[in-house]
Nanobody
């Protein structure tokens, strides 16, 4: 079983930035990872996915504002969030899946492994 641990959440004012980190205890260059978020009012939303080769895919809601990246040496994936808005307030989850996978399959949400989540709050 792969364990994922998120960090970096917190409170920020509208227009600010945060960087989320997700450390995995399993290294495989062919794994895929991604980020989702959820609020009590909305269904879980896929935000960004990254494949083992570094290819990425973003949801329209965050394209141009959020950037997903990975550091394979540190078994870590990041989500850089800029120009944050109050509607970005949610619990953010890291997710991972094993090969065969792609950023597209990650954003489809049927991933095997999920972190516990980290709260992001954006105030106006």
């Amino acid at each position: 079983r792969v364990q994922l641990e998120e960090s970096g959440g917190g409170s920020v004012q509208s227009g600010g930035s945060l960087r989320l980190s997700c450390v995995s205890d399993y290294t495989n260059d062919r794994n895929c990872m991604g980020w989702f978020r959820q609020t009590p009012e909305k269904e879980r939303e896929g935000l960004a996915g990254i494949g083992g080769g570094g290819s990425t895919l973003y949801a329209d809601s965050v394209k141009g504002r959020f950037t997903i990246s990975q550091d394979n040496a540190k078994n870590t994936v990041y989500l850089q969030m800029n120009s944050l808005k109050p509607e970005d307030t949610a619990v953010y989850y890291c997710t991972a899946d094993a090969f065969p996978c792609s950023p597209k399959t990650v954003l489809a949400g049927l991933n095997r492994y999920w972190g516990q989540g980290t709260q992001v709050t954006v105030s106006s």
